[in-house]
């Protein structure tokens, strides 16, 4: 009986508020919430926006030179920010996109006031998968980043030429083969002695963010150059 009036409640709570968690699907009170109270305090955050020699930045170490290198959360398998990721990228979450562009924005304000970037570069991704996905989920992340440090996005200043193939069934030796000079800089002249922050989702090898890093450096030499990304799967 407590259960059949629990389900009654249940789907009552569903029609007035009908956003789940997005982590663990139960039905959330608020209209504007993504996050249930314990997936929220779960969130596994990392300290990098504290710690200047962290993981991420130790990916491009003895590679390319990057003032600043983090990343918000860390990815684990079938974790919290696997699933995060999951619904930004391949479930049409935009909105997910800007809430959690949001809280990037946050996580970097520390960051900016000591590194006091100029403008943000989301990573672009193939023409072909913007249209597919009907957005670039690193742009998502970037609008809202923009916002809270006041600083603004350089769209279309780099673009990605080559459509790759997927990343994820190759090893990483193939990766580095596979994302040589996919991207090409525009317009360099507009980014000459600026802090430029690199946004994408997530890192892995960095080879990606380093090719796009590599562009920047050749063309535009007096750049600095920062990069931050929703998520981390780095691993020694
Ligand atoms: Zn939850």
């Known amino acids: 009986m407590a259960f059949i009036f629990q389900k009654i409640i249940d789907s009552i709570l569903f029609t007035l ?19 249930c109270i314990p997936c929220e305090n779960s969130l596994p955050y990392t300290n ?6 962290n993981e991420v930045k130790q990916v491009f170490r003895g590679r390319i030179q990057v003032e600043f290198a983090g990343a918000m959360l860390m990815f684990t398998k079938k974790g919290v920010a696997q699933k995060i990721l999951h619904e930004i990228k391949y479930n049409g979450r935009k909105d997910m996109g800007l809430y959690f562009g949001k809280l990037l924005g946050e996580w970097l304000k520390p960051v900016h006031e000591t590194q006091h970037f100029d403008l943000i570069i989301p990573l672009p991704i193939h023409k072909k998968k913007q249209l597919n996905r009907g957005y670039n989920q690193s742009e998502l ?32 030796i193939n ?17 000459q002695d600026k802090h430029i922050l690199i946004i994408d989702d997530t890192i892995t ?7 796009i890093m590599q562009e920047i450096r050749v063309k535009s030499p007096s750049s600095k150059i920062s990069v931050a990304t929703l998520a981390s799967s780095v691993s020694f």
């Open 175 to 191: 990766r580095w083969k596979n994302v040589e000079s996919v991207f090409l800089l525009q317009n360099s002249e507009k980014l």
């Open 48 to 53: 990098h926006q504290l710690e200047s020699e």
């Open 17 to 35: 508020y009908p956003n789940a968690c997005c982590v663990c699907n139960k039905t959330l009170y608020s209209h504007k919430d993504y996050l």
């Open 205 to 211: 090898t960095g080879a990606t963010l380093e090719s």
């Open 141 to 172: 992340l970037a609008t809202e980043i923009s916002k809270i440090l006041q600083i603004p996005i350089y769209h279309s200043l780099v673009v990605k030429h080559t459509h790759t193939q997927s990343q994820t069934k190759k090893s990483r």
